[in-house]
């Protein structure tokens, strides 16, 4: 079993739709929740960062963390065309020795017009 | 003036060679990394330098050997490639070594490799 796991998708929803993205992890030791947007040919980059449990809000996208149930979401709300990207869950736990950030496999999405 | 830069983008090469990509980045961070994307599109870490130290080497097999000249350069040299190293490899530089805090990666476009 690995230690991140997200639905692969692919998910298509209809412009304007709310879209909710999820993964869920086995590590206790996580604290620190991301999530990463890779369009296609391109590298991923920082959506939302949350440390440890609770909400943060940016825009149209609102991370959520609830580590009693090692459970990490993504909602996008009135999802655009230029949305559509494979969405990546990432986390990491507090050590000594450098970043080292554990994915999620990703989720795809389309928004359709 | 990309952030993170890695060259080449594409590299098709056959079973046997050897082979290097060269990644740098022009963001003053001192931390730099390798990751492996196979075709799942699983993101997982091969290596990370702070400031031309070794400070994480995941388990990956011994032909892959990563190289940092300086804190802005970090390149990526496979000996004997095999079928099972075609995937995309990215590099990603953060400003400290870090976890959590705002350790934000930048990834670059990635290198696509195809072993024949």
């Known amino acids: 079993q690995k230690e991140v796991e997200q639905d692969p998708g692919p998910l298509s929803v209809p412009e304007g739709a709310i879209v909710s993205l999820n993964c869920t992890y086995s590590?206790?030791?996580?604290?620190?929740f991301m999530w990463y947007r890779q369009y296609s040919r391109k590298g991923p980059e920082l959506l939302m960062y949350t440390y440890s449990s609770g909400n943060k809000e940016d825009g149209r996208f609102t991370a959520q963390v609830d580590k009693s149930s090692k459970y990490i979401s993504l909602f996008i709300r009135d999802s655009q065309p230029s949305d559509s990207a494979t969405y990546l869950c990432?986390?990491?736990?507090?050590?000594?020795?450098?970043?080292?950030?554990?994915f999620g496999t990703g989720t795809q999405l389309k928004v359709e017009l | 003036d990309t952030a993170v830069s890695q060259t080449p983008k594409y590299l098709v090469t056959q079973m046997g060679n050897d082979k290097s990509i060269k990644c740098e980045q022009n963001?003053?961070?001192?931390?730099m990394y390798w990751y492996k994307q196979d075709s799942k599109k699983f993101l997982k870490i091969m290596f990370s330098?702070?400031?031309?130290?070794?400070?994480i080497n995941e388990t990956v097999p011994n032909r892959f050997s990563p190289k940092s000249p300086d804190k802005a350069h970090l390149n990526l040299h496979i000996n004997s490639l095999e079928l099972g190293d075609s995937a995309v490899y990215f590099c990603?530089?953060?400003?400290?070594?870090?976890?959590?805090?705002?350790?934000?990666?930048?990834f670059g476009s990635g290198t696509q490799l195809s072993v024949l």
């Open positions: 990432a986390m990491s736990a507090v050590t000594g020795g450098g970043n080292k950030l554990t």
């Open positions: 330098y702070n400031n031309k130290e070794l400070i």
């Open positions: 990603a530089s953060s400003q400290r070594r870090g976890a959590g805090t705002n350790e934000k990666l930048f």
């Open positions: 590590n206790s030791a996580f604290q620190y």
């Open positions: 963001l003053g961070h001192d931390t």
